[in-house]
């Protein structure tokens, strides 16, 4: 009966924590949230442009670069999601 | 009768004139009907970017040159000092260990350098930009209203601003004297609130 209970609790604690799984995500993810307009990019290619000459600005550049080129094409998510991968660039 | 080689010659300086006159007129024209976008919000062109860099990398090398640097920029209090300075006068822009981005230091442009990232520059070279500043940047010219020495405390602090995590910062200007502190103690020294 007492491991009945054990199990039981232990699944309960498993579920919830299944369960808030994509929210603890999502809320890490939130911190990164970009929307795709000209002065979040500018903003951004700024930023990219003050880092010290190495491979991450290359790669920040490029990235903004990729989000203008969806933000022209009107792919907002997709603008986004270049952004987002720029700004983790930038701040690593 | 004149010559063909002096013809030419004749020729050529002409239209020199003419192209420096049309490159005056063409640049005059463009200041003032404000063609070239000032708005810090809105990044420099690559190219002028790099021109105005190199510009600002190469006149402060050349200036800090003459600069003697002090033998003990590594001295506990020295560094000490210049963290609580750091603190109050620079973290604002340039951000700090565990420090997020502020207003600031998000509008400005330039941007400030994260000095928690390290910096390219010489002692001599960061002790000349943080006591003249940089023209047409956020960046003051810290030398109007401190002495030297509190400048080469804040240089001291610099090299080893890097190397701190959040807490080691935090830590380091819990023990530092307040800004008020040196600058009382500055003023007793000098006579005055700081050299031109």
């Known amino acids: ?92 | 009768m004149s010559d063909p080689a002096s013809k030419a010659s004749k020729f050529w300086l002409i239209a020199l004139g003419a192209a420096l006159v049309a490159a005056i007129a063409g640049a005059t024209l463009a200041i003032w009907i404000g063609l070239y976008n000032v708005a810090a919000d809105i990044p420099h062109t690559e190219p002028v970017y790099w021109l105005l860099e190199t510009a600002r990398q190469r006149s402060v090398a050349v200036r800090a040159t003459a600069i003697e640097v002090p033998g003990n920029l590594d001295d506990a209090d020295r560094i000490t000092s210049g963290a609580g300075q750091y603190a109050d006068m620079c973290a604002g822009c340039h951000l700090a260990p565990g420090m997020k981005r502020t207003e600031m230091s998000r509008g400005l442009y330039p941007r400030a350098p994260e000095l928690r990232r390290g910096s390219d520059l010489t002692p001599a070279e960061e002790f000349w930009v943080v006591k003249h500043g940089i023209k047409a940047t956020g960046m003051p010219a810290w030398g109007v209203t401190h002495s030297d020495e509190f400048l080469w405390n804040v240089v001291a602090f610099l090299r080893k601003l890097p190397e701190l995590s959040p807490e080691a910062y935090q830590a380091i200007v819990e023990s530092a004297p307040s800004h008020n502190e040196m600058m009382q103690e500055m003023k007793a020294h000098d006579g005055h609130t700081g050299r031109p």
């Open chain 1, 1 to 92: 009966m007492c491991n009945a209970a054990a199990k039981t609790q232990i699944g309960a604690f498993l579920l919830v924590a299944l369960a808030s799984a994509p929210l603890t995500f999502a809320a890490a993810h939130e911190a990164h949230k970009t929307t795709c307009n000209d002065t979040a990019l500018n903003a951004m290619s700024a930023d990219a442009q003050a880092m010290p000459d190495a491979e991450a600005k290359t790669k920040a550049m490029k990235e903004l670069a990729m989000a203008k080129e969806m933000m022209s094409r009107k792919d907002m998510s997709a603008c986004e999601e270049h952004m987002h991968k720029a700004m983790e660039v930038i701040e690593e």
